[in-house]
């Protein structure tokens, strides 16, 4: 090796040391702390260990005979960031659908159980109604972020799923002179001749409707925050109370009488909106 | 002067060039700065980095050589550039100030999708959501081009079938009473969309997901026809005059691919066969049609799709 050629040997070697330390460097770059870090730094801790106390209304999404609104209240703790559990508790009124609407004036006036139709009295007396419904639930939280309105309203929200237990209370009116049948699908007692049983009326327009009282259910539900500041939040949410019902109080299985077994498994979707109040009301920040 | 650094290293490669540049710069504008205590910590002046030949006033002239405009961006290295700021010797001069140079700096991250001048092939289906009585399901296809990133036009078209929801054989059954109900074919429309919102979100704290909101409106035709309570009784057809609006989300999965939901109500005035048909009265197709009973109808449809962006990439045009 002369002398010429040993500065082309430093250089290569430098080169290659060079090349070294910037593959080092890269490789740093490639398994670095960032790949394993949190999406945000600095963030707002909008919902951790806070109360959200929400004023509601609530609405039946595409009912088949009576709309549920109402109005109500839900209480959660978010005991992390992704993590809360709640309570909600919504008051109801029911309005007639338009299904209703259109079937009823088609009805006969009068009962005749010889027709197998219900009159509009009947129709109407065995659908039910949900005074209270609610839930217990867990919430998870599993989406973050902000948006940008117009390029100038540029707000925080999160999406969250719910899971719990539901429970309502379904009430139906019909009085004794409409739902008369004191033992429906089976032989009655002649009133003319206690003695004698007269057979099945075969009618189910005059039974009692068995769709009042408690349930309990699967409760499930997804919606979104919207915060418009530190501590206020729209709250959307979409329910889904699931529980035994049968809305219309007549026979489901046609086994031409009214019973138990008519209740199915329904599911009764909800629209909510509120406005979350979060407490306290100040926010941390993450590192 | 660490913000010199950092905010210089933009225009190089961090590897190589930034070693000199920061100490330098300040050497080169002797102006005294006039504005704020803040000021002493930014590079505020373009020239001072940039080649002398061709170089701008600071007016807006800007040297070409100084911006990349398409290259893709090659990774900074902020160990190296830390030892920079820590290791080289910086003389602390008087800065000139001009406003312009703020341009250099991020303060609002760039869209990672742009759509503008793309255009976009939307296969979809959909699922009627408010008739208790008749579900219609729906594949379909939209295209469409955009004007700007938040403005377009396209074209869309469905076809429908349906199935029987529980109430409609639960009228029948316990009311005794067969619904009147149409079926939808087929619908098509051209459609105009808008985007005000977009934004992005955090999947369990760790992966960012970026997404926007349109909305739609449009005008279209589609044909719907009677299913007869009495089948020994022909059924008709109707064309339809078909307006929609609807409110989207899209979902930015990669640059030419995205995932879109919504819900569109599509508005028509249908007609229904019409009440007290008998042998007698409306037994015909046309006489059913001409006494048809009319009303206004909101098809209120979610749709979910996968969309393809043509040309599948894109290019920023404007300074980051």
Redesign the interface.
């Known amino acids: 090796m002369n002398n010429h050629s040993l500065p082309a040997v430093v250089a290569i070697l430098a080169a290659g040391v060079t090349t070294l330390v910037a593959d080092t460097a890269h490789a740093d770059r490639r398994t670095n702390s960032l790949a394993a870090d949190v999406a945000v730094r600095h963030r707002r801790l909008l919902v951790k260990n806070r109360f959200e106390l929400a004023p509601l209304f609530e609405s039946t999404i595409n009912a088949d005979f009576r709309h549920i609104l109402g109005a109500g209240a839900k209480l959660e703790y978010h005991l992390g960031d992704m993590f809360s559990i709640g309570v909600i508790g919504v008051a109801s009124a029911a309005l007639d659908t338009k299904l209703v609407d259109k079937i009823v004036p088609t009805l006969e006036r009068n009962a005749d159980s010889k027709t197998r139709e219900p009159s509009r009295t009947e129709f109407l007396d065995h659908l039910n109604s949900m005074p209270f419904h609610g839930a217990v639930y867990a919430s998870l939280t599993p989406w973050y972020g902000k948006l940008a309105a117009f390029s100038q309203a540029y707000v925080a929200f999160d999406f969250y799923f719910q899971a719990g237990i539901a429970f309502a209370q379904l009430k139906s009116d019909c009085p004794i002179s409409v739902c008369s049948d004191p033992a429906p699908g089976k032989p009655r007692p002649d009133p003319m001749n206690p003695s004698e049983n007269l057979p099945q009326d075969f009618n189910p327009n005059n039974d009692p409707p068995l769709n009042s009282g408690g349930r309990v259910g699967i409760y499930l539900g997804g919606g979104i925050h919207v915060f418009l500041n530190d501590f206020l939040a729209l709250d959307l949410t979409v329910r889904d109370y699931a529980f035994t019902d049968n809305p219309s109080g007549a026979d489901f299985n046609a086994n031409l009488f009214v019973s138990d077994a008519d209740n199915r498994f329904l599911h009764h979707l909800f629209f909510g909106a509120g406005i979350s109040v979060m407490l306290p009301t100040t926010v941390k920040r993450t590192p | 002067m660490a913000s010199t650094a950092l905010a210089q290293s933009k225009k190089k490669p961090p ?1 190589k060039a930034p070693a000199k540049a920061p100490a330098k710069a300040p050497e080169k504008s002797p102006t005294p700065a006039k504005g704020s205590g803040d000021d002493t910590e930014i590079e505020m002046n373009p020239d001072d980095t940039a080649p002398k030949k061709g170089s701008g006033s600071g007016s807006g002239a800007v040297n070409p050589e100084e911006i990349e405009m398409g290259e893709p961006e090659k ?1 900074g ?1 902020l ?2 550039d830390l030892n920079i700021a820590s290791t080289e010797t910086v003389k602390a001069g008087p800065i000139k100030k001009t406003p312009l140079s703020w341009q250099d700096i991020v303060v609002v991250v760039r869209k990672p999708f742009l759509k503008s001048r793309r255009t976009e092939l939307l296969p979809f289906v959909g699922t009627t ?5 008749i579900r219609h399901y729906t594949v379909g296809g939209e295209l469409a081009y955009y004007l700007t990133d938040v403005l377009a036009v396209g074209v869309e078209g469905q076809y429908y079938v349906h199935s029987f929801q ?2 409609f054989d ?2 029948a ?5 067969l619904p009147t109900i149409n079926q939808y074919k087929w619908s098509a429309a051209l459609d105009f969309h808008y985007v ?14 970026t ?1 926007e ?1 349109y909305f739609t409106a449009g005008i279209g035709a589609g044909q719907s026809e009677v299913i007869p309570r009495d089948t020994q009784f022909p059924g008709f057809t109707n064309l339809l005059i078909m307006p929609n609006v609807g409110a989207s989300m899209r979902f930015f999965l990669s640059r030419w691919l995205t995932v879109s939901l919504g819900i569109r109500d599509y508005i028509f005035y249908d007609h229904f066969e019409p009440k007290n048909r008998s042998l007698m009265m409306y037994a015909t197709a046309a006489d059913a049609k001409a006494n048809a009973d009319g009303s206004l109808i909101n098809n209120l449809m979610f749709q979910i799709g996968v969309s393809f962006w043509v040309p599948t990439s894109f290019e920023y045009t404007t300074f980051r």
Do not use: C, T
């Open positions: 590897a990774p290295d160990k190296s959501m408010n008739d208790n009585m529980e109430p639960l009228v059954r316990q009311a005794r009473r005000p919102i977009y934004g992005k979100f955090a999947i369990l704290d760790h992966n960012l997901v997404w909101s």
